[in-house]
């Protein structure tokens, strides 16, 4: 019986512990072990922090306690019900509610006390019967009314708090800084507001009710035990500890199995991710029936552990339950002997069939606990994995964050210097050197050079997505550090290299940074940057849906609703990084015309291999491994003839060698 | 909680049914119109392959059972051994160790072995149990699992197009599991309790039939409800798992697209979004929990109720069928006294064993209606029985929960299992023969929605070896165009014929082989660079990989990384440049040596230094091969012996660079405003001289 139960339970945690999965893959590292430790012993600091997040409920909790106990009391009464049933009402002893009946009839109506009375004398055991099991559905009835309450009352207290701390999450991560993001795997940090949350969800609801009742069963059972009989209580309590620590043994051994079960699963399941989205390179290079093979092999391992887990489980939980079942052989032979040799004494010091039947029953109240430990401290030890996880998330100080005196960026003119700035994103690896430059309001500046020299770094630079670690960069006078990110990013445009768009409609994606924008607004836009003639053509105009990271949109068109996006925000700083590669000579040409109107009030910082869009810069900035070879205007370098020259006949030779 | 994925929408099965497509003849149902009845038919066929272990794993079930109310039984007599003993007045006043090697003891004893043998006998089955089911869920699982990603693999792009992809992972993953624990528990357990159920009632039939009946009372009701319920909770249950779907979606959307929120200081707007979708999320979950609220306690009073009404009637006939029936049996008065405690005793035995048949005087233990004398042994089984019948029929609770969540993922996955292929293959489809390369589009007609197309009526015609390019306007239909020709889609109208074969009629592997693509949006998987490069082409030697990548210029860069070709990339190739992503690729399409290469603006997001190396270094390469390259700089173009104009979807010029420029056009067009800049060119050289003097002075001023 307990065995089926304890084995339901565990499968129930296993589900539990089902892995939700990403959009995008989380990504194997054959450097580091995979995945991260998903068991943990229970630590009082990790502990003291869900504490914490449930303070604030804690007269809630306290209540969902307190029924819950009362409602577990109630239904331990139930062998002291048996008892009474075989010692009591079945030999015919009357009841006491039934004479109690009697007694208060008797003042007010003697003649049915009396007739009552008679029936009680020669039907005593149907009178007793009767009042035992009214008594005992009275009580059941209660304890399902407590049920009843708590199952919501108690749920929703601890939802609450996992709620909460999902929302702390998800405001923390708005927090933290670009290079957290680089750092850690995407599929990472989606666990923390998936899988690591879910996992403390059933510790966070249930915790303190399985622990504090669990123990009380234990007490109380053990008390009922030694009250009914010490000497009972000597033959068999000793088996609490043994059943302790071999479940301490099953536990270890289990929980190894466990960990090995779901480290494997996370590769099963991160192969599964990655092939999916990158789906079209896999299908044009014909990997599918090498990928199917390969996942079965991971399949394989997957099963195999699986089996193993329950193999483990499958012996160890019926040893355990032989174990318990030798307290029950202990309570029936000794109980029997006890019975037949106390059977000529008097009623008080007799030890009966009763009694017997329900220290029986009350066995299992003692062992369950023992047993229901085991698995709640699996799952606890998941939980505290899980847990830890997300406070070191909580706990992770964003890299660039508002210094505590930091000011709010007034509306800028849209000055921009760097001073002797060095970066690397990887220490040892630096990737500008020594960048000095200015740029005045209202200027454009051109980032030039080869692929890999750091013109989107300087960008990402500007935009405080990482601090540089030598140097400073001044806005309008304003030391990047010392103002407020917001105030800086409500005054910049960026169109990113890697365009990202929101799955959503075309007008959702454009007026993502201005929600408030109408439609006519977002048109308007539109048509100054030049880009209406595009977006107004796709299928359903504005009204499109971009697809999954714009997948239904085509990259030029992307582009152009990441365009006009940054555009519609009005920006005093407005950030260019090869926005218009992959949009055609026309319309790039109608916006290049449109920028020059646009821009002359904003400071422009402009990337782009078709150095057409470069020509009319204030300062063009030519960049080799990190370093700025050579700045000037288009004509002041190309006078030069160094590298820009060189770049730039590269670019101009190949368009007008075969002028008609 | 669940934070599965929602039911996605009806999948729209755009097949194209051209003549000779080999369509399914016999389309079974949609999935989403089968009953739960027919999905779980249908879910069971994996269980084919496992049959037997299944067989078992229900059979070891049923003796686990034979088994369990044999010891509960024994237990019972173990009781009513004693209980006669007592009556029979032997009483032992001997040490315990001498009383157990004796009568009344001694047989008791005996039992209690016997108890103890059947319990060891369980466990082993248990053991046993619990080895079968999860080899044979497993095994199944397994099976499912690799049809679905053997599905996804190959369904073609028309079905990703319409499905996240986290939607489309979750159900390889967590709609399996759900499967799977219905599987292991919800179905095993059912049939645990009908075993149960059945077993206990034969075995109370042998005591009376009316106490069968009267077990058996509640359990048509109990049916009913459990039904009536799973109407009501499954909707609430997926508009829970939806709502929960929906707040890690914004979740992944906005991790995934981070440096945009923080680029434009959304963070505020995005958090509001956030805790909207969560507070919806709880309010869904709640949902539920309302529901349950009323369920479980129901499910549990009826149980409860029938629970106490069979110890009444048990308790009853232990004091109807008592065999001693002594007529003077009347209770002293003394007992009567509401002031004796409960626990208060008569004092011998001799007096309790008469005191319990006091009211059976008209009742004879041989009245046929109870066959068997029932005594408090028969109450000990039927407490332990109906415990452990309540403690399962409270677990209907969960199989019904894990039952809703299973019909839920195996609609999803059969979905997935069921949508016919976009790209549907030949069963015996020939390999393309090796060939020159000839392609041919025989009025080409495709759109995403077969309402809406994006090429129209596309015709040319190619011979092996030559260079092809596609110029056009943003969303033309350029990229599309040439997903058509490696089978991503397949169009609505026409044929594409590559060396005079249908590509519909080749064999898809042969077909993919034969083309190296370069996607204009570069997907590099989370590897080392040697193994990206080598991607379609495992057994590529370091050599072949070492020159793939100097002819796309990558080698140098590639050197300069901490560990060279065996740097790992981070995910989407995230921590290289996108120019050094683009050389990555295309290097990876060119290592196989396809025959026709496909270069979607490859070069778009490299200099135009590094791009001439390229060109110059893939001049060599395309020798021999057919190249089809879309690109916006004619630099790129101008070389190529066919350039095909695109626009809205339509071819509306083809010829050579030269035969174009003489026509008025799009191309022309092109080619005046990219030639402007080096007419600007020659004026600025013009006026160099004042712009210098301009550019000095200035720089005096500063
Ligand atoms: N997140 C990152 N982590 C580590 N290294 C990076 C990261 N992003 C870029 N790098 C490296 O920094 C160098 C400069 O990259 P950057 O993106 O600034 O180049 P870029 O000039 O914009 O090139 P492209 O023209 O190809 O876009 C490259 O060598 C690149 O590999
Ligand atoms: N998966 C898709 N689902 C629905 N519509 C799509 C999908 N992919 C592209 N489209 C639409 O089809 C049209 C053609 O797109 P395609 O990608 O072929 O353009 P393109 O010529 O390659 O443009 P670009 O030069 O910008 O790359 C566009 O209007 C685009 O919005
Ligand atoms: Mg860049
Ligand atoms: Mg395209």
């Not at chain 2, 068997?372 to 969960?398: C, P, Y």
């Not at chain 2, 169009?491 to 080749?506: C, W």
């Amino acid at each position: 019986m307990i065995s089926t139960l304890m084995k339901r339970k565990r499968d129930q945690r296993r589900e539990v512990a089902k892995i939700n999965l990403p959009t995008a893959g989380p990504v194997k590292d054959p450097n580091a072990p995979e995945g991260e430790p998903d068991y943990k012993p229970l630590e009082w600091p990790v502990v003291k922090k869900i504490l914490h997040w449930m303070a604030p409920y804690k007269w809630n909790y306290i209540v969902a306690l307190l029924v819950n106990l009362a409602g577990t009391l109630l239904d331990m009464l139930g062998p002291l019900y048996i008892k009474h049933l075989v010692d009591h009402d079945i030999p015919g002893h009357p009841h006491m509610l039934a004479t109690g009946l009697v007694a208060a009839l008797r003042t007010t109506f003697p003649g049915t006390a009396e007739s009552v009375s008679r029936s009680l004398q020669h039907h005593a055991p149907f009178w007793g019967i009767g009042c035992t099991i009214a008594l005992w559905a009275f009580t059941t009835f209660l304890s399902i009314l407590l049920m009843r309450f708590n199952m919501e009352y108690n749920r929703r207290t601890g939802e609450k708090v996992v709620f909460a701390i999902r929302k702390a999450i998800f405001a923390h991560l708005q927090q933290l800084s670009m290079s957290f993001y680089d750092r850690t795997k995407f599929g990472r940090i989606l666990s923390r507001g998936t899988t690591d949350i879910d996992a403390m969800v059933n510790p966070v609801v249930n915790g303190v009710n399985t622990v504090v009742t669990n123990a009380m069963m234990m007490g109380i059972a053990a008390v009922m035990i030694v009250y009914s009989d010490w000497r009972m209580a000597i033959a068999v309590l000793w088996l609490g500890p043994v059943l302790y620590f071999m479940n301490q043994i099953y536990r270890r051994k289990i929980g190894a199995k466990w960990r090995q079960v779901r480290e494997h699963f996370t590769r099963v399941s991160t192969n599964l991710a990655e092939n999916i989205n990158g789906m079209r390179v896999v299908a044009a290079f014909n990997r599918q029936e090498e990928n199917l093979s390969h996942f079965n092999e991971l399949q394989d391992v997957n099963t195999i552990n699986n089996i193993q887990a329950s193999a483990t489980n499958g012996i160890y939980m019926p040893l355990l339950n032989v174990v318990g079942f030798i307290g029950k052989v202990i309570i029936l032979m000794f109980g029997c002997y006890l019975v037949i040799r106390t059977s000529g004494q008097s009623a008080t010091a007799r030890f009966t069939v009763g009694t017997l039947m329900a220290l029986y029953m009350y066995w299992d109240w003692f062992m369950n606990p023992v047993l229901n430990f085991g698995n709640f401290h699996n799952e606890m030890m998941q939980a505290m994995a899980s847990a830890e996880r997300i406070f070191t998330l909580l706990d992770q100080r964003p890299e660039v964050t508002d210094s505590a005196d930091a000011i709010a960026l007034p509306p800028v003119k849209g000055e921009v210097r760097f001073d002797h700035v060095n970066f690397a994103y990887k220490v040892d690896k630096p990737v500008l050197h020594d960048i000095t430059f200015e740029a005045r309001p209202g200027q454009t500046i051109a980032l030039v050079g080869h692929t890999g020299c750091g013109k989107s770094t300087i960008m990402n630079l500007i935009c405080r997505f990482y601090l540089p670690q030598q140097g400073g960069i001044l806005i309008d006078g304003y030391d990047l550090r010392k103002i407020t990110s917001d105030s800086l990013h409500r005054q910049m445009g960026i169109v990113a290299q890697s365009n990202y768009l929101f799955s959503g409609s075309v007008l959702e994606n454009i007026r993502y940074a201005k929600p408030d924008a109408t439609e006519e607004q977002v048109i308007a836009a539109a048509t100054a940057l030049g880009s209406h003639d595009v977006l107004s053509e796709l299928k359903d105009g504005y009204h499109t849906q971009v697809g999954e990271r714009g997948s239904a949109m085509s990259l030029g068109q992307r582009q152009l609703i990441c365009f006009t996006r940054a555009f519609l925000a009005n920006p005093a700083i407005l950030m260019l990084d090869e926005a218009t590669s992959a949009v055609d000579t026309h319309t790039e040409m109608i916006i290049q015309q449109a920028l020059e109107r646009l821009v002359a009030d904003r400071t422009t910082f402009i990337v782009a291999h078709r150095l057409s869009t470069v020509t009319s810069a204030d300062l063009v900035l030519v960049l080799d491994h990190g370093k700025i070879i050579e700045r000037g205007t288009h004509h002041s370098l190309l006078e030069l003839g160094g590298k820009y020259a060189e770049l730039y006949r590269q670019f101009t030779r190949e368009i007008g060698s075969d002028t008609p | 909680m669940s934070t599965n994925p929602p039911q996605s929408k009806s999948p729209k099965t755009s097949t194209p049914v051209s003549a000779d497509s080999p369509s399914d003849p016999a389309k079974p149902p949609s999935p989403l119109e089968l009953t739960n009845s027919q999905l779980l038919r249908r879910m069971f066929r994996f269980l084919a392959p496992v049959r037997a272990l299944a067989a078992l794993a229900c059979l070891l079930i049923v003796a686990w059972v034979f088994v369990e109310i044999n010891a509960v039984k024994t237990t019972g007599q173990i009781v009513n051994a004693v209980k006669d003993t007592l009556e029979s007045g032997k009483v032992a006043n001997t040490p315990f160790w001498d009383a157990i090697g004796r009568e009344p003891l001694r047989s008791i004893v005996h039992m209690i072995v016997i108890l103890g043998l059947l319990v060891v006998l369980n466990n082993f089955i248990t053991f046993l149990r619990t080895y079968m089911n999860s080899r044979f869920t497993m095994d199944m699982v397994y099976h499912m699992r690799a049809a679905v990603y053997d599905r996804l693999q190959n369904v073609g792009f028309a079905f990703h197009d319409e499905h996240s992809s986290g939607a489309l992972i979750n159900r390889a993953l967590s709609d399996l599991q759900n499967v799977r624990a219905f599987l292991q528990m919800g179905l095993l357990l059912t049939v645990e309790i009908v075993a149960f159920v059945v077993g206990w009632i034969v075995y109370m039939s042998t005591i009376s039939r009316w106490v069968a009946l009267a077990a058996l009372l509640p359990v048509p009701f109990w049916i009913w409800y459990i039904l009536r319920f799973g109407r009501k909770m499954q909707p609430a249950q997926q508009a829970a798992m939806k709502a929960g779907d929906d707040v890690v979606t914004v979740l992944t959307e906005n991790v995934a697209g981070v440096h945009v929120v923080k680029a434009f200081a959304t963070e505020g707007t995005e958090i509001q979004k956030y805790n909207a979708a969560a507070n919806t999320w709880f309010d869904r979950v709640m949902d539920t929990v309302r529901l349950w609220r009323n369920f479980a306690p129901i499910i549990r009073g009826i149980a409860s109720a029938s629970h106490l009404t069979l110890f009444a009637i048990c308790a009853l006939l232990v004091v109807l069928t008592a065999d001693v029936p002594p007529p003077s049996a009347t209770l002293p008065t003394s007992t009567l006294a509401p002031s004796t405690a409960p626990a208060s005793l008569p004092a011998t035995a001799p007096e309790a064993a008469a005191a319990t048949s006091a009211p059976t005087a008209t009742i004879t233990a041989s009245s046929p209606a109870f066959p068997v004398k029932v005594n408090v042994g028969h109450l000990l089984v039927f407490g332990a029985a109906m415990g452990a019948i309540l403690s399962r029929l409270q677990q209907v609770n969960q199989i019904s929960d894990q039952y809703q969540r299973a019909i839920v993922s195996a609609r999803r996955f059969f979905e997935v299992l069921d949508a016919p292929s976009t790209v549907p293959e030949f069963t015996k489809a020939p390999d393309l023969p090796r060939g020159p390369g000839a392609v041919e589009f025989h009025f080409v007609t495709f759109g995403y929605d077969p309402a809406k197309p994006v090429v129209r009526d596309i015709a040319f015609d190619v011979p092996g070896g030559s260079i092809v390019a596609l110029v056009g306007p943003t969303g033309s239909g350029k990229s599309t165009l040439v997903q058509l020709l490696a089978r991503f889609y397949d169009p609505q109208n026409g044929q594409i014929l590559i060396d005079g074969i249908d590509i519909r009629k080749a064999s898809l592997t042969s077909l993919r082989k034969s083309i190296g693509f370069v996607f204009q949006e570069t997907f590099l998987f989370s590897d080392t660079v040697a193994n990206n490069i080598r991607y379609g082409h495992p057994d590529a030697t370091m050599g072949d990989v070492e020159a793939a990548a100097r002819v796309s210029q990558a080698h140098e860069f590639i050197m300069e990384l901490p560990q060279g070709y065996d740097t790992m990339l981070g995910e989407r190739g995230a921590t290289l440049s996108g120019g050094q992503r683009q050389r990555l690729a295309i290097a990876r399409a060119i290592i196989s040596n396809p025959r026709i290469l496909v270069l979607d603006d490859a070069l778009a997001a490299v200099d135009p230094e590094t791009e001439h190396l390229i060109s110059r270094a893939l001049e060599l390469v395309m020798v021999d091969r057919t190249v089809f390259i879309i690109a916006h700089r004619l630099s790129t173009v101008k070389a190529s012996d066919l350039v095909i104009v695109l626009e809205h979807g339509r071819i509306t010029q083809a010829g050579t660079h030269k035969e174009l420029l003489r026509q008025h056009g799009h191309y022309r067009h092109i080619a005046e405003v990219q030639l402007a800049y080096q007419e600007k060119e020659i004026l600025a050289k013009a006026e160099k001289r004042a712009d210098k003097a301009d550019a000095s002075s200035e720089e005096k001023k500063t």
